[in-house]
């Protein structure tokens, strides 16, 4: 209260005890008792001139609102993303997904002649040059953007927050489109979808002569009433490749549905008292993840009583064992969860399992890695019709299950996809001679294996100023090195661009003018963000 004028130094605690904590809190001063400066507040502080043409807007001193004049004409130094409008007549694309606001795009394939609209789907400022990443500006302003009667050149979009040059390190969509082109043919363009009005043929395209051509035949056993008969013993081939969905059927099994279930249907013969496992697979080169039911009764009023839907990836099979069902006609249906492809079917026929069946052997189990999988591998056990593999994180979180069926099977592999990076993970196997009912042996062993991750160092730690630091990646992607305070702010930016893997990459940070304390390495990747502390101690 009442000031004497002097500077003050206020020091910020937790509490009356002088508590300490190292965290962000946010510290305000305000002259309570003073008055304003202006009558809209104090010479400095932030207004609205009403001016869309300007940014930063202060009250002067002369209480007057005013800002800085946007003046355009940005140029940006690093370069992400391209488009090649050849041939794309008037479609819209995408140039990223994800385009900094520090950025300029490359755009090649350019008619001369045309209208060209750029735009930044989150908004900003667009600076569009021609001839080179430095030329002359034929275009800019808030997004979107026109170049009227294009010349022909390339075209370099250079991305900003606004007129005055404004930046921003996060991800926004950009896209380019030629709005006056026209399409390739009279009824569209090269590639789009088209029907040629054959019945037996799906998939049909628009050819480069504006024909409608290239459809696929459609199965033979497309339909129930179609289907092809199978018998015990016996591996049929066949294929999922331009068929259809069958309408009015539930496409739902172990919590998952397909909104592409294009399906062909196989039938047999049961007489009421053997067992039957139908088993379908994707054919070597395959890699659709198969989907199975199973129907009693006929076309015109069918029953479901079985289905799998139980493979951990693509490539997958998917069997169900019929434990002596009536004597009848069964129909199996078959489709892809996503896109579709070659498989086989087999229908194995017997009699007796037994319960309990035996374990894996232990000392079988491997683990390797293989590319950005791992592959799984155990010794198969004799009367095995397929093994169930587990899989989970070290920590406990989620199990993933798979069933891979097959006499021999004794190995999958593990996708890379599915895993975090730097992360423990665990699987374990068992093997049985019947999926429903389900007869196995128990499970083996946990085995654990660790994904690699992205990496930091620097030296020295503590530094009188200088350092060196060191970063490696595991993936090939988008990455940053920076430096921040503990207070979070950015201190330096020593590294934007993209970062390939098995390379080792080495940057000197100069902090000598930084004052002593504890400072921050920050690594982000497309998929992981890395902390390295160090001190500055001069």
Request: charged share 15%.
């Amino acid at each position: 209260s009442a000031a004497s004028g002097a500077d003050l130094y206020p020091h910020w605690n937790v509490n009356d005890s002088c508590e300490q904590a190292a965290t962000c809190v946010e510290t305000q001063v305000q002259c309570t008792t003073c008055a304003t400066e202006c009558p809209d507040g104090n010479i400095g502080d932030a207004c609205d001139d009403g001016d869309e043409n300007t940014v930063g807007d202060v009250i002067g001193e002369d209480c007057v609102c005013a800002g800085q004049p946007l003046t355009g004409d940005c140029l940006n130094e690093s370069s992400f993303g391209s488009a090649d409008l050849s041939g794309a007549a008037n479609a819209l694309i995408t140039i990223s997904t994800c385009s900094f606001q520090t950025e300029y795009s490359t755009i090649t394939g350019v008619s001369a002649g045309e209208d060209i609209e750029f735009a930044i789907v989150e908004g900003g400022y667009i600076t569009v040059r021609t001839d080179s990443v430095n030329g002359a500006v034929v275009a800019q302003g808030t997004s979107p953007v026109t170049v009227s009667g294009a010349s022909g050149a390339d075209l370099y979009a250079h991305w900003n927050t606004d007129g005055a040059c404004g930046t921003a390190s996060n991800c926004v969509t950009t896209t380019v489109q030629c709005t006056t082109c026209g399409t390739d043919c009279p009824d569209g363009n090269i590639g789009d979808p088209c029907d040629d009005g054959d019945p037996l043929t799906s998939g049909e395209t628009i050819q480069e002569d504006c024909s409608c051509a290239g459809g696929i035949v459609v199965p033979a056993n497309d339909n129930c009433d179609g289907a092809t008969d199978i018998a015990c013993g016996t591996t049929t081939a066949g294929t999922t490749v331009g068929a259809s969905a069958t309408e009015g059927l539930n496409n739902l099994c172990n919590g998952f549905a397909s909104t592409t279930p294009e399906d062909v249907w196989y039938a047999f013969q049961a007489n009421g008292s053997d067992n039957y496992t139908v088993t379908v697979l994707a054919a070597e080169g395959s890699l659709i993840d198969g989907v199975l039911f199973i129907y009693s009764g006929d076309c015109g009023s069918l029953t479901e009583i079985a289905c799998s839907d139980t493979g951990l990836s693509a490539g997958s099979g998917e069997g169900i064992t019929l434990e002596a069902p009536a004597a009848g006609t069964y129909y199996v249906r078959t489709f892809a969860y996503f896109d579709a492809g070659d498989i086989t079917v087999s229908l194995d026929c017997e009699s007796g399992c037994a319960d309990p069946f035996p374990a894996v052997d232990e000392e079988s189990l491997s683990t390797t890695l293989v590319g950005n999988a791992y592959l799984v591998e155990w010794d198969a056990v004799e009367g095995q019709i397929g093994c169930q593999l587990q899989l989970r994180s070290v920590a406990g979180e989620g199990i993933a299950k798979t069933t891979i069926l097959g006499e021999d099977v004794s190995s999958t592999e593990i996708p890379g996809y599915l895993l975090d990076f730097s992360t423990e993970y665990e699987w374990r196997v068992r093997c049985g001679c019947s999926v429903d009912p389900l007869v196995a042996g128990p499970y083996s062993s946990w085995q654990q294996f660790t994904t690699p991750g992205s990496a930091i160092s620097s030296l020295p730690n503590p530094t009188e100023g200088q350092s060196n630091v060191t970063f490696t990646v595991v993936e090939e992607g988008y990455t940053t090195l920076e430096v921040f305070d503990m207070s979070g702010r950015l201190v330096d930016a020593i590294f934007t661009g993209v970062a390939q893997p098995n390379n080792e990459y080495r940057f000197e940070f100069d902090g000598s003018a930084l004052p002593n304390g504890v400072y921050i390495y920050r690594l982000t990747t497309e998929n992981e963000v890395i902390n390295d502390k160090f001190m500055i101690a001069k």
